[in-house]
Protein backbone atom coordinates (compact mmCIF):
# COMPACT_ATOMS: atom_id res chain seq x y z
CA UNK A 1 0.00 0.00 0.00
CA UNK A 2 0.83 3.52 -0.01
CA UNK A 3 2.11 5.87 2.66
CA UNK A 4 3.24 9.86 2.36
CA UNK A 5 5.52 10.89 4.94
CA UNK A 6 5.91 14.69 5.82
CA UNK A 7 8.26 15.94 8.12
CA UNK A 8 9.03 17.67 10.80
CA UNK A 9 5.72 17.62 11.75
CA UNK A 10 6.16 20.71 13.88
CA UNK A 11 8.54 23.72 13.34
CA UNK A 12 9.21 26.95 15.01
CA UNK A 13 11.42 29.40 12.99
CA UNK A 14 12.49 32.79 13.46
CA UNK A 15 11.70 35.30 11.10
CA UNK A 16 14.61 35.56 7.83
CA UNK A 17 15.77 31.69 8.86
CA UNK A 18 16.10 29.20 6.00
CA UNK A 19 13.28 26.50 5.87
CA UNK A 20 13.09 22.96 4.09
CA UNK A 21 10.18 20.94 4.45
CA UNK A 22 10.60 17.16 3.41
CA UNK A 23 7.74 14.89 1.47
CA UNK A 24 8.43 11.49 0.46
CA UNK A 25 5.94 8.71 -0.86
CA UNK A 26 6.07 5.14 -0.80
CA UNK A 27 4.22 1.96 -2.70
CA UNK A 28 4.30 3.85 -5.92
CA UNK A 29 6.21 5.66 -9.09
CA UNK A 30 6.09 8.51 -10.95
CA UNK A 31 3.25 10.07 -8.67
CA UNK A 32 1.97 13.57 -8.95
CA UNK A 33 3.01 15.69 -5.87
CA UNK A 34 1.63 18.84 -4.60
CA UNK A 35 2.65 21.40 -1.82
CA UNK A 36 -0.33 23.12 -0.24
CA UNK A 37 -0.82 25.72 2.33
CA UNK A 38 -3.95 25.73 4.92
CA UNK A 39 -3.92 29.21 6.78
CA UNK A 40 -6.27 29.33 9.76
CA UNK A 41 -7.26 25.77 9.48
CA UNK A 42 -9.36 26.96 6.56
CA UNK A 43 -8.92 26.72 2.67
CA UNK A 44 -6.29 24.77 1.28
CA UNK A 45 -3.87 26.67 -1.25
CA UNK A 46 -2.15 24.80 -3.60
CA UNK A 47 1.64 26.48 -4.12
CA UNK A 48 3.24 24.00 -6.28
CA UNK A 49 3.08 20.58 -8.26
CA UNK A 50 5.09 18.41 -9.90
CA UNK A 51 4.45 15.67 -12.45
CA UNK A 52 8.24 14.28 -12.82
CA UNK A 53 11.46 15.10 -11.38
CA UNK A 54 12.66 18.35 -11.71
CA UNK A 55 9.25 19.55 -13.06
CA UNK A 56 8.32 22.29 -10.69
CA UNK A 57 5.17 24.23 -11.22
CA UNK A 58 4.34 27.15 -9.00
CA UNK A 59 0.64 28.31 -8.76
CA UNK A 60 1.46 31.68 -6.88
CA UNK A 61 4.49 33.84 -6.28
CA UNK A 62 5.80 34.28 -3.15
CA UNK A 63 8.75 33.18 -0.34
CA UNK A 64 9.36 29.91 -1.47
CA UNK A 65 10.35 27.04 -3.85
CA UNK A 66 9.73 23.48 -4.46
CA UNK A 67 12.02 20.66 -5.75
CA UNK A 68 11.88 17.35 -6.83
CA UNK A 69 15.11 15.59 -6.46
CA UNK A 70 13.85 12.04 -6.98
CA UNK A 71 10.62 10.85 -7.99
CA UNK A 72 8.89 9.97 -4.56
CA UNK A 73 10.49 13.14 -2.75
CA UNK A 74 9.57 16.57 -2.62
CA UNK A 75 11.14 19.53 -0.88
CA UNK A 76 9.63 22.60 0.21
CA UNK A 77 11.94 25.63 0.90
CA UNK A 78 12.44 29.10 1.38
CA UNK A 79 16.15 31.45 2.17
CA UNK A 80 14.42 33.58 4.08
CA UNK A 81 11.03 33.03 6.12
CA UNK A 82 8.72 35.93 6.58
CA UNK A 83 6.03 35.95 9.38
CA UNK A 84 3.45 35.45 6.52
CA UNK A 85 5.19 32.13 5.61
CA UNK A 86 2.92 30.26 8.97
CA UNK A 87 0.50 27.74 8.20
CA UNK A 88 0.04 24.44 7.84
CA UNK A 89 1.87 22.83 5.15
CA UNK A 90 0.40 19.61 3.33
CA UNK A 91 1.80 17.60 0.67
CA UNK A 92 0.11 15.25 -1.61
CA UNK A 93 0.68 12.97 -4.05
CA UNK A 94 -1.94 11.38 -7.12
CA UNK A 95 -1.58 8.76 -9.52
CA UNK A 96 0.26 10.32 -12.07
CA UNK A 97 -1.08 9.13 -15.59
CA UNK A 98 -1.28 12.61 -16.90
CA UNK A 99 -4.83 12.14 -19.09
CA UNK A 100 -7.10 11.06 -15.99
CA UNK A 101 -8.50 12.61 -12.97
CA UNK A 102 -7.65 11.02 -9.43
CA UNK A 103 -7.95 11.25 -5.75
CA UNK A 104 -5.37 13.11 -4.23
CA UNK A 105 -4.22 11.73 -1.04
CA UNK A 106 -2.30 13.64 1.91
CA UNK A 107 0.30 13.79 4.37
CA UNK A 108 0.11 13.91 7.87
CA UNK A 109 1.02 17.76 7.46
CA UNK A 110 3.58 20.46 8.89
CA UNK A 111 2.53 23.14 11.38
CA UNK A 112 5.26 26.18 10.67
CA UNK A 113 5.21 28.86 13.11
CA UNK A 114 7.68 32.01 12.26
CA UNK A 115 8.55 34.51 14.93
CA UNK B 1 -12.91 29.78 -14.90
CA UNK B 2 -13.03 27.01 -12.23
CA UNK B 3 -14.33 27.04 -8.85
CA UNK B 4 -16.24 25.62 -6.08
CA UNK B 5 -18.07 27.13 -3.26
CA UNK B 6 -19.39 25.74 0.02
CA UNK B 7 -21.99 28.23 1.17
CA UNK B 8 -21.85 27.04 5.06
CA UNK B 9 -19.42 27.63 7.33
CA UNK B 10 -20.71 24.82 9.55
CA UNK B 11 -23.67 23.06 9.80
CA UNK B 12 -24.97 21.78 13.51
CA UNK B 13 -26.45 18.04 13.42
CA UNK B 14 -27.95 15.46 16.01
CA UNK B 15 -26.68 12.52 16.22
CA UNK B 16 -28.27 10.18 14.46
CA UNK B 17 -30.15 12.71 12.03
CA UNK B 18 -29.35 13.08 8.67
CA UNK B 19 -26.52 15.52 7.42
CA UNK B 20 -25.72 17.62 4.43
CA UNK B 21 -23.46 19.75 3.79
CA UNK B 22 -23.87 21.56 0.74
CA UNK B 23 -20.96 21.95 -2.53
CA UNK B 24 -21.92 23.95 -5.35
CA UNK B 25 -19.22 24.23 -8.64
CA UNK B 26 -18.60 26.54 -11.28
CA UNK B 27 -16.47 24.11 -14.36
CA UNK B 28 -16.25 25.01 -18.05
CA UNK B 29 -16.36 21.34 -19.23
CA UNK B 30 -17.45 17.69 -17.36
CA UNK B 31 -16.85 18.53 -13.48
CA UNK B 32 -14.53 16.19 -11.60
CA UNK B 33 -15.79 16.28 -7.78
CA UNK B 34 -14.36 15.45 -4.34
CA UNK B 35 -14.99 15.25 -0.98
CA UNK B 36 -12.22 15.68 1.67
CA UNK B 37 -12.57 15.70 5.52
CA UNK B 38 -9.85 16.93 7.56
CA UNK B 39 -9.57 16.48 11.11
CA UNK B 40 -7.95 18.80 14.01
CA UNK B 41 -4.28 18.86 13.30
CA UNK B 42 -4.51 16.06 10.36
CA UNK B 43 -4.25 15.85 6.59
CA UNK B 44 -6.98 15.46 4.31
CA UNK B 45 -8.69 12.02 4.00
CA UNK B 46 -10.25 11.65 0.95
CA UNK B 47 -14.05 10.26 0.89
CA UNK B 48 -15.54 10.12 -2.62
CA UNK B 49 -15.50 11.76 -6.12
CA UNK B 50 -18.03 11.73 -9.03
CA UNK B 51 -16.10 11.29 -12.38
CA UNK B 52 -18.81 10.25 -14.81
CA UNK B 53 -21.60 7.84 -13.93
CA UNK B 54 -24.27 7.60 -11.68
CA UNK B 55 -25.20 10.50 -9.93
CA UNK B 56 -24.97 9.62 -6.35
CA UNK B 57 -21.65 8.65 -5.33
CA UNK B 58 -21.22 6.79 -2.37
CA UNK B 59 -17.80 6.90 -0.13
CA UNK B 60 -15.77 6.19 2.71
CA UNK B 61 -17.50 5.96 6.56
CA UNK B 62 -21.04 5.62 5.18
CA UNK B 63 -21.17 8.94 3.30
CA UNK B 64 -22.82 9.94 -0.05
CA UNK B 65 -22.71 12.36 -2.48
CA UNK B 66 -25.09 13.60 -5.17
CA UNK B 67 -24.31 15.08 -8.52
CA UNK B 68 -27.02 17.72 -10.08
CA UNK B 69 -25.99 18.84 -13.08
CA UNK B 70 -29.31 21.04 -13.40
CA UNK B 71 -27.75 22.61 -10.05
CA UNK B 72 -24.37 21.97 -10.59
CA UNK B 73 -24.02 20.50 -6.83
CA UNK B 74 -22.55 17.82 -5.34
CA UNK B 75 -23.52 17.80 -1.96
CA UNK B 76 -22.27 15.80 0.93
CA UNK B 77 -24.68 13.38 2.75
CA UNK B 78 -25.18 10.77 5.13
CA UNK B 79 -27.90 9.27 6.40
CA UNK B 80 -27.15 9.21 9.97
CA UNK B 81 -24.63 11.12 11.43
CA UNK B 82 -22.31 10.62 14.77
CA UNK B 83 -20.01 12.24 17.15
CA UNK B 84 -17.16 11.20 15.28
CA UNK B 85 -18.50 12.38 11.94
CA UNK B 86 -17.21 16.22 13.57
CA UNK B 87 -14.69 17.35 11.32
CA UNK B 88 -13.75 20.11 8.33
CA UNK B 89 -15.08 18.86 5.23
CA UNK B 90 -13.69 20.30 1.56
CA UNK B 91 -15.34 19.96 -1.77
CA UNK B 92 -13.03 19.92 -4.67
CA UNK B 93 -13.22 20.38 -8.06
CA UNK B 94 -10.56 19.44 -10.82
CA UNK B 95 -8.73 22.23 -12.46
CA UNK B 96 -7.05 20.17 -15.21
CA UNK B 97 -7.46 16.60 -15.72
CA UNK B 98 -3.69 16.91 -17.20
CA UNK B 99 -2.20 17.73 -13.93
CA UNK B 100 -4.86 16.19 -10.92
CA UNK B 101 -5.12 20.52 -9.68
CA UNK B 102 -7.74 20.54 -7.49
CA UNK B 103 -9.72 23.82 -6.39
CA UNK B 104 -10.80 23.49 -2.72
CA UNK B 105 -14.08 25.35 -1.35
CA UNK B 106 -13.53 27.12 1.80
CA UNK B 107 -14.54 24.29 3.62
CA UNK B 108 -17.75 23.47 6.50
CA UNK B 109 -17.38 22.92 9.97
CA UNK B 110 -19.62 20.02 10.33
CA UNK B 111 -20.41 20.04 14.44
CA UNK B 112 -22.29 16.50 15.34
CA UNK B 113 -24.12 17.08 18.67
CA UNK B 114 -25.24 14.08 20.85
Known amino acids: SQTIHQWPATLVQPVGSPLSLECTVE??????LYWYRQAAGRGLQLLFY??????ISSEVPQNLSASRPQDRQFILSSKKLLLSDSGFYLC??????????????FGPGTRLTVT | AQSVAQPEDQVNVAEGNPLTVKCTYS??????LFWYVQYPNRGLQFLLK??????LVKGSYGFEAEFNKSQTSFHLKKPSALVSDSALYFC????????????FGQGTTLQVKP
Open chain 1, 50 to 55: SVGIGQ
Open chain 2, 50 to 55: YITGDN
Open chain 2, 27 to 32: VSGNPY
Open chain 2, 92 to 103: AVDASSNTGKLI
Open chain 1, 27 to 32: GTSNPN
Open chain 1, 92 to 105: AWSIGTGYMTYEQY
